[in-house]
């Protein structure tokens, strides 16, 4: 079964400047989609970006960016010029395209402060 | 384009009631799914629905949870007798198709609900 893994409850960032949330996930699948969701305090998920793991390109989305490293396993998302718009929970999601479902498997989260 | 609506948006009821959750769709969206949030943790998938037939329910807890989207369009979510550990968001999101990693899921704001 697939897994994600979020290490970092917690990060901050003051505004204006750039910070990474690490994301890791377990598969034996060589296809499968990746994804990140904001989650603010309204508690409606939003998605960020989206990254196809048979693409090698990084997926970007104008202030936010992903380095997609597939042989680690590994899927963090970069926020640059952080605003105060940011805050809220960020999700890792993984889907397979396989199961026969369209679930998406969430991580614990990161919630994100910004400070100004 | 109206997004996905759930009600209530929030609900308090004592251990063994029975409570439901609605939720309708983006126009046009096939496929509903109903997640389950418990505070701390990413969502989890209960029961997927393409049109009114049921795609995925393997984690959903048949002897207390029920699912029904009889015209293929909005969806209830049961639970009866609700236990303390059922205390989570429930969310709904819709998506145009199924199998099609690149078909966004929209989410719902979720119904928060509290088992005293």
């Known amino acids: 079964a697939q897994t994600v893994t979020q290490s970092q409850p917690e990060m901050s960032v003051q505004e204006a400047e750039t910070v990474t949330l690490s994301c890791t996930y377990d598969?034996?699948?060589?296809?499968?989609?990746l994804f990140w969701y904001k989650q603010p305090p309204s508690r409606q998920m939003i998605l960020v970006i989206r990254q196809e793991a048979y693409k090698q390109q990084n997926a970007t989305e104008n202030r936010f960016s992903v380095n997609f490293q597939k042989a680690a396993k590994s899927f963090s998302l970069k926020i640059s010029d952080s605003q105060l718009g940011d805050a809220a929970m960020y999700f890792c999601?993984?889907?397979?395209?396989?199961?026969?479902?369209?679930?998406?498997?969430f991580g614990t989260g990161t919630r994100l402060q910004v400070f100004p | 384009e109206a997004g996905v609506a759930q009600s209530p948006r929030y609900k308090i009821i004592e251990k063994r009631q029975s409570v439901a959750f609605w939720c309708n769709p983006i126009?046009?969206?096939?496929?509903l799914y109903w997640y389950q949030q418990i505070l701390g943790q990413g969502p989890k998938l209960l029961i997927q629905?393409?049109?009114?037939?049921?795609?995925?329910d393997s984690q959903l807890p048949k002897d207390r949870f029920s699912a029904e989207r009889l015209k293929g369009v909005d969806s209830t979510l049961k639970i009866q007798p609700a236990k303390l550990e059922d205390s989570a968001v429930y969310l709904c999101?819709?998506?145009?198709?199924?199998?099609?990693?690149?078909?966004?899921?929209?989410f719902g704001p979720g119904t928060r609900l509290t088992v005293t």
């Open positions: 999601a993984y889907r397979s395209p396989n199961a026969g479902t369209d679930k998406l498997i």
């Open positions: 598969t034996s699948e060589s296809d499968y989609y």
């Open positions: 126009s046009g969206h096939a496929t």
């Open positions: 629905f393409q049109n009114n037939g049921v795609v995925d």
């Open positions: 999101a819709s998506s145009l198709v199924r199998l099609a990693g690149r078909y966004e899921q929209y």
